[in-house]
């Protein structure tokens, strides 16, 4: 089982509606990240929140300390959101866990 | 400054070939972290530096691949011997103090081995 779980592996929607993208982990966190892939590969940071909840134009991303669940929603979604959603921990120990673990994405296709 | 740069893009190869890759982190990054990705997955580490110095080595990283970070800037990752499993997206991140704060990445390094 991997570490970062994410749900649905591949997401359809139609332009304007409202989506969410789930991820689930198993390790012991000091942050959680959402990034956005485009096709090409490069990556960009969405957020990055060890708590609460935090918004950023129509992206809002939740995080559940105790349930160990994060979450990612797009109102009012377009077409240019079509890009890959990837879910990635840091750990919270020292040394030997200051790196990214990553889930395996979720590929979002909005249609027009 | 225009974020972190990788070069090569693209770079394909013969099997058995050994390949370089160069990653420019954004300056005043003291971190810097290497990533593979393969089609469908998410991206796994690698390797980081903390400055010049090599922090932590993945497994995934044998005894071909090498990197380094010469004076604490730039960064090499090299592959000797490619094999045609060590096609993939190879990615650059770069952050200041604890990976805590946000990483930035590059555009990666598409590797294609025939």
């Known amino acids: 089982k991997n570490e970062v779980e994410q749900s649905p592996q591949n997401l359809t929607a139609q332009e304007g509606e409202f989506i969410t993208i789930n991820c689930s982990y198993s390790?012991?966190?000091?942050?959680l990240h959402w990034l956005q892939q485009h096709p090409g590969g490069g990556i960009v940071s969405l957020f990055m929140?060890?708590?609460g909840k935090k918004k950023h134009g129509r992206l809002i991303a939740t995080i559940n300390i105790q349930e160990k669940h994060s979450s990612l929603h797009i109102t009012a979604s377009h077409p240019r959101d079509s890009a890959v959603y990837i879910c990635?921990?840091?750990?919270?120990?020292?040394?030997?866990?200051?790196?990214?673990?990553f889930g395996k994405g979720t590929k979002l296709t909005v249609n027009p | 400054d225009t974020g972190v740069s990788q070069d090569p893009r693209h770079k394909i190869t013969k099997r058995g070939q050994n390949v370089t890759f160069r990653c420019d982190p954004i300056s005043e990054h003291n971190r810097l972290y290497w990533y593979r990705q393969t089609l469908g997955q998410g991206p796994e580490f690698l390797t980081y530096?903390?400055?010049?110095?090599?922090?932590?080595k993945s497994r995934l990283l044998s005894d071909r691949f090498s990197a380094e970070r010469p004076k604490g800037s730039f960064s090499t990752l090299e592959i000797q011997r490619t094999e045609q499993g060590d096609s993939a997206m190879y990615l650059c991140?770069?952050?200041?103090?604890?990976?805590?704060?946000?990483?930035?990445f590059g555009q990666g390094t598409r590797l294609t081995v025939v």
């Open positions: 530096f903390q400055n010049e110095a090599q922090l932590e």
């Open positions: 990635a921990v840091t750990g919270r120990s020292q040394g030997g866990s200051e790196k990214l673990v």
């Open positions: 929140l060890s708590s």
């Open positions: 390790v012991g966190i000091s942050a």
């Open positions: 991140a770069s952050s200041f103090g604890r990976m805590n704060t946000e990483a930035f």
